[in-house]
């Protein structure tokens, strides 16, 4: 999917997916509110979650492919890449690799 394509998918079905909830998918997870995170990715089309897990797969194996060639990569992705069964942190688990879930706190202003 391109990303105009991903644009106009998100301004087409943002209102009915996010209008409950009032926090951003990054707040969501950060507030360990993972079960209503998955609630929200899971009302979205099949051809959403498949493209994102596909999205999933091809991070965790480029982590992967970067981690063999001697390299110590840090990666970060967006929230909804962390939750369900087709998770960054899922898959990577087994592959074997342990998962530290870090966040970053902004100065409040």
């Given at each position: ?49 498949e ?7 091809e ?9 063999l060639?001697g390299k ?14 087709m ?22 202003k």
């Amino acid at each position: 999917m391109k990303v105009e394509e991903v644009k106009t998918y998100y301004q087409e079905t943002k209102d009915s997916i996010l209008k409950p909830i009032t926090h951003t998918y990054a707040t969501v997870y950060e507030l360990g509110f993972l079960p209503v995170l998955k609630h929200i990715i899971g009302k979205n089309s099949d051809e959403f979650r498949e493209q994102l897990h596909a999205r999933n797969m091809e991070m965790v194996l480029t982590v992967h492919r970067q981690i063999l060639s001697g390299k110590k990569p840090f990666a970060i992705a967006g929230a909804a890449h962390y939750i369900g069964e087709m998770g960054m942190q899922v898959l990577m688990k087994q592959m074997g690799y342990k998962i530290r879930r870090v966040i970053c706190e902004e100065p409040r202003k």
